[in-house]
């Protein structure tokens, strides 16, 4: 019995070892682990592509613009317009903008994200803390999940598909 035991803690510390290992890196954090409300964390994404907060990219238009989402365990769900290059952020005079989440034949759940510190009525952050969005959006490559942005950015309405990043630049 004590040797079943033990092989499960040591089974499970493996487990808890390799999944908190990897996927720690921030440009802003010196490269130091992030913790708590801080880590944005995923283990689907494509270490490939990142924006400039390290979370996932997706493009907005024919690349006129990308967005970058990043997402943590308390819920914090972040959305920053970037760049043609998804370099910059790119200030837009919107005061929120909205995701559609729709799962399987359900009808559609919106969400919306304020903008962050608006300064001269723009933003280029936009955030919720919302648990269930926040568990969504990890699941973006799973079938029947289909999740929409709704963004105006500099008077152009983009309605969007969420999904990863494709291809490099």
Excluded at 141 to 169: C, M, R, W
């Amino acid at each position: 019995m004590k040797k079943d035991l033990r092989a499960l803690i040591l089974g499970f510390a493996a487990f808890l070892a390799f999944c908190f290992a990897g996927c720690t890196k921030s440009a802003n954090d010196g490269g130091m682990a992030k913790t708590g409300e801080t880590a944005a964390h995923d283990h689907d994404h494509d270490h490939a592509h990142h924006g400039p907060h390290h979370g996932h990219l997706m493009e907005l238009g024919e690349e006129e613009y990308h967005v970058e989402w990043t997402h943590d365990e308390t819920g914090k769900v972040t959305f920053y317009i970037l760049d043609s290059e998804a370099k910059k952020e790119v200030p837009i005079a919107a005061d929120k903008i909205v995701i559609d989440v729709k799962i399987g034949d359900n009808e559609p759940q919106t969400y919306d994200l304020p903008a962050v510190n608006p300064t001269d009525g723009k933003s280029a952050t936009f955030e919720i803390k919302d648990k269930q969005l926040e568990s969504v959006l990890e699941q973006t490559k799973s079938p029947g999940i289909v999740l929409t942005l709704h963004a105006n950015v500099n008077g152009k309405q983009f309605d969007a598909p969420i999904k990863e990043h494709e291809h490099g630049h």
